[in-house]
């Protein structure tokens, strides 16, 4: 069975980084796709940083050149480090793993996903 373990939450000041990881067990993702989405409240799911399995890195434009997206495949983990946080990047952080077509900010195109850990920035 396959999950995903999100962890690295919490509340924090603008202008404050924070690093969130992502655990995966029960499959081995080191090929496959990985991403970080966030869903604020009354707003829908979005991505933020996509890691593709061309080791190609996509990022919303409203976390570029803020946010990362480091991973560790010996520990078949992936982290989002996160800069200069603001109040607008408040919301529950999803990872998710795997996506077959290619279509990276389509949600339904991910197989997995974890079960959310909220960050909220205070101004």
């Known amino acids: 069975q396959v999950q995903l373990v999100e962890s690295g939450g919490g509340l924090v000041q603008a202008g404050d980084s924070l690093r969130l990881s992502c655990a995966a067990s029960?499959?081995?993702?080191?090929?496959?796709?990985l991403g970080w989405f966030r869903q604020a409240p009354g707003k829908e799911r979005e991505f933020g940083v996509i890691s593709a399995n061309s080791g190609r890195t996509y990022y919303a434009d409203s976390v570029k050149g803020r946010f990362t997206i480091p991973r560790d495949n010996a520990k078949n983990t992936v982290y989002l480090q996160m800069n200069s946080l603001r109040p607008e990047d408040t919301a529950v952080y999803y990872c998710?793993?795997?996506?077959?077509?290619?279509?990276?900010?389509?949600?339904?195109?991910?197989?997995?996903w974890g079960q959310g850990t909220q960050v909220t920035v205070s101004s």
């Open positions: 998710a793993a795997e996506n077959p077509s290619g279509r990276y900010s389509q949600r339904n195109e991910w197989s997995y």
């Open positions: 029960g499959r081995t993702f080191s090929s496959k796709a």
